[in-house]
């Protein structure tokens, strides 16, 4: 068995891209289309097909306005677009603005403004402003999207309904009653039927409902309800599409020429705005979907290529009478979950879209006008999320939430973001302008505690609360805020200053109690001035998260404190993880607590303080499955006064979790390996004792003549403590195959074992190498170093002229 050096980044094996060239193929390339892109392109198509067909409904356009969107969102966009794996076309997000326009200026110049506004995006794209796109607040963009929901919702209803939609959702809103008054059963009947298929066929349960679940819900909703309509003769208005050859192109914009301005403005906004939050959203999908399988994955999205190939498609799409195109999330979710792995499964599905366009139009005039009426309504619900509610309420921006969808519902697109930045504006200035200040005495010292932002606009409160104190007093200043602007740091300086002179004591801390650098110190304000233990006025910086408590700089601790120490070290550390890495963790940790832990490999170790097997094998949450106790040992299983903790532990990882490797980790210095080196027939029996009979094994092994001295890259250990240390990690994988759980999954091919060494002063980790043979190892420990990742470390020396014992390998 040999451990090679494992990749920095993941222990599965480097897998070629499925779509990239095969290698040293320089000469001429093959058009090669992947199994899975071809698969994933028929999905996207079936989803696609009845959603152009009713947002192009929704809008007032022409039915086949939907089917040219779509078509060329696949081709034009998915060729020229800078994410792979983004599927464009006809979005439900336009569908208020499109139909805006149709009613406001006609057809054939809404199809000139859609032509203008990819050429604006274009203009953008070669601008290289797509990035700062998206410093748009998410409560904004979140709201806008909800705004559109609900009036797509609306104004749907009532053809579900069996009647005809308002100019507006107001309208749309107050006609609702006399609608309901006046219900088509036909229609109602369609719709219901295709309501109730689109929310129940996601959650069809069992193996059968698993097996089902592989179809479109959108496509088996539409097309029941097409049979239901069709066999019980039902009259109900179905797609009427006309001949192609009289299908109408665009004209020049006839209008008023600031309306025009404003509808290629609003165009423009939306379609760009959705098109690369879609390509963010799906960069983060595939990146999941590649840590999951171990592929390489497909490239990040290029934003200012995406917003080219977004602009191409719209103009290409307008010219030919087509609605606008955008990225579309719904459809893109469904293209990665498929398995695509390149631009290639985008464009097959525009080239379905063409081909069902051009020989299903008989099949397509059967489909009633309420299912998609239907299809469309449950789009816009879907649009109000839950999940994006729950995130603005938590980041206190609802507010900003409920504004632009008010502003959007009520008034417009434009205007409702409009009044989403300005309440975001005014709410971003509340809350810099909001500073706590309160005076109270505790134990005959003053605390002044200051909460919020710290700027001029607060120098009038602070300076009357600093003059209330009487000279002389103890004082101590709480700062719980990230910044401090000059005029607040000179007036806390020159107070400060004034108050050490007249025999007072100043000393300025952070919301945990921990101390800062006073104003004195520094040279001016600073970003983080009221971060506990971070920069305060004097710009002091803190330790790193590894730092331990002991050599942290970034506080002092008094004598007359040393007592509690301990307990004020692990307040003031869990206070700078709330403050300073939860806020970075907290999105993964929210994933790994909805989707459960899925480790690779179980990490046997020693419970030794020294060991931070995060920081030693650059893991992170969800990675490590870690098990820790005195000395890494592996209890043999059934043996008496063995230990159920550890053999739990492997049988959960092994059989529940299916890890795919387990490693034993040891280090210099143990210890344990010390105690059982010094350890007589005649000690007392404690717990410790009792444990480290486990390790009995491990010291037969090393005293015994018939296995190998363990080396170390080239050299013997430097002690006998250094030598049970290592031939302890080889004797725990030995024991580890003893488990039933762990020899099947050995013997499948399904689980692999690995030694590890730590050497604690030196801060380098060693690999064990071992032979082909299933239970032998060479006992050689290769090191690591800093280049070797990736790489492949193998033994490579020959046998010594010492009975037992082996050259160590080189280095790798």
Not at 87 to 94: E, K, N, T
Not at 679 to 695: C, F, I, K, T, V
């Amino acid at each position: 068995m040999t451990l090679c050096t494992p990749d920095r980044t993941t222990n599965r094996p480097r897998v070629q891209r499925p779509h990239s060239p095969p290698d040293g193929g320089k000469g001429h390339r093959r058009f090669r289309i992947a199994g899975a892109d071809l698969s994933a392109s028929m999905t996207v198509f079936l989803i696609a097909l009845p959603l152009s067909l009713g947002i192009a409904l929704a809008t007032g356009a022409p039915l086949q306005a939907g089917l040219v969107a779509a078509a060329v969102g696949g081709i034009v966009a998915g060729r020229l677009g800078g994410s792979p794996l983004q599927v464009s076309g006809p979005a439900a997000g336009l569908t208020v603005v499109t139909a805006e326009l149709i009613q406001r200026y006609g057809w054939l110049t809404t199809c000139a403004i859609t032509v203008l506004a990819g050429l604006c995006q274009l203009g953008l794209a070669a601008l290289r402003v797509a990035r700062s796109a998206l410093v748009v607040s998410p409560a904004i963009v979140h709201g806008m999207v909800a705004g559109i929901g609900v009036t797509i919702a609306l104004a749907q209803l009532h053809i579900v309904l069996g009647g005809n939609p308002q100019s507006s959702a107001v309208d749309n809103a107050l006609g609702l009653p006399a609608q309901l008054a006046d219900v088509s059963p036909a229609a109602l009947a369609v719709s219901a039927l295709t309501v109730g298929l689109l929310l129940a066929w996601p959650r069809l349960p069992g193996r059968t409902g698993r097996l089902l679940r592989t179809g479109p819900a959108a496509l088996v909703a539409v097309a029941a309800a097409t049979a239901l309509a069709t066999f019980a003769g039902l009259g109900v208005p179905r797609v009427d599409l006309p001949s192609w050859s009289s299908h109408a192109l665009p004209g020049l914009p006839d209008g008023p020429v600031l309306g025009i301005a404003a509808g290629v403005l609003t165009i423009t906004l939306v379609t760009s705005v959705q098109s690369l939050l879609s390509a963010v959203a799906v960069d983060k999908l595939a990146a999941k979907r590649a840590a999951a399988t171990g592929e390489t994955g497909v490239p990040r999205s290029r934003l200012d290529r995406e917003l080219a190939g977004q602009g191409a498609a719209n103009m290409v799409s307008g010219a030919l009478g087509g609605l606008p195109v955008a990225g579309v999330a719904v459809r893109s979710v469904a293209n990665v979950s498929a398995g695509a792995v390149s631009r290639h499964s985008t464009m097959l599905h525009g080239l379905w879209i063409v081909l069902a366009a051009l020989f299903l139009v008989p099949l397509l005039e059967l489909i009633p006008l309420p299912a998609l009426a239907a299809l469309v309504m449950v789009v816009g619900i879907q649009m109000v999320s839950i999940t994006h509610i729950r995130t603005v309420t938590r980041h206190r921006e609802v507010v900003v939430y409920a504004v632009t969808v008010a502003g959007v519902v009520f008034i417009g697109i434009l205007e409702g973001v409009a009044l989403g930045i300005a309440v975001a504006v005014a709410v971003a200035m509340h809350r810099l302008a909001r500073t706590r200040i309160t005076l109270e005495e505790r134990d005959g010292r003053h605390l002044v505690r200051i909460r919020g932002q710290l700027t001029f606009l607060a120098v009038p409160r602070l300076s009357r609360t600093l003059h209330q104190l009487p000279a002389g007093a103890d004082v101590v200043v709480e700062l719980d805020g990230s910044f401090m602007d000059h005029a607040a740091y000179e007036t806390l300086h020159d107070w400060q200053a004034a108050h050490l002179t007249h025999g007072g004591s100043v000393d300025m801390t952070g919301p945990s109690g921990r101390r800062i650098t006073e104003p004195g110190h520094g040279h001016g304000p600073a970003d983080g001035s009221g971060a506990d233990g971070g920069s305060g006025p004097g710009g002091h910086s803190c330790c790193r998260p590894w730092t331990p408590w002991r050599n942290h700089q970034c506080q002092e601790q008094p004598a007359e404190e040393a007592p509690s120490a301990t307990g004020h070290r692990l307040a003031s550390g869990i206070g700078a993880f709330q403050r300073d890495t939860a806020p970075l963790v907290r999105d993964e940790l929210a994933r790994l607590a909805r989707e459960g832990q899925q480790p690779s490999q179980l990490f046997l170790t020693c419970a030794d303080s020294r060991l931070v097997t995060s920081m030693i094998t650059s893991s992170g949450p969800g990675d490590l499955f870690t098990v820790r106790n005195v000395g890494n040992l592996v209890p043999l299983p059934g043996e008496e006064s063995g230990d159920d903790s550890v053999a739990a532990a492997i049988e959960y990882a092994v059989e529940v979790l299916r890890v795919d490797s387990i490693t034993v980790c040891g280090h210099s210095g143990c210890g344990a390996m010390q105690a059982l080196l010094n350890s007589g027939p005649d000690d007392p029996a404690s717990p410790l004792r009792r444990w480290l009979r486990h390790g009995l094994p491990s010291l037969e092994r090393m005293e015994s003549r018939r296995h190998a001295w363990a080396r170390i890259s080239g050299r013997l250990p430097a002690d006998e403590v250094e030598q049970l240390c290592l031939t302890n990690v080889v004797q725990q994988l030995e024991h580890l195959r003893a488990y039933e759980p762990v020899a099947r999954r050995l013997a499948e091919g399904t689980l692999t074992l690995h030694g590890m060494y730590f050497h604690v002063g030196e801060a380098q980790a060693y690999l064990l190498a071992g032979t082909d043979e299933v239970h032998s190892y060479d006992d050689v420990f290769n090191h690591v170093p800093p280049t070797a990742a990736g790489k492949d470390t193998r033994p490579g020396g020959e046998p010594a002229s010492r009975p037992g014992a082996r050259e160590t390998a080189r280095a790798s």
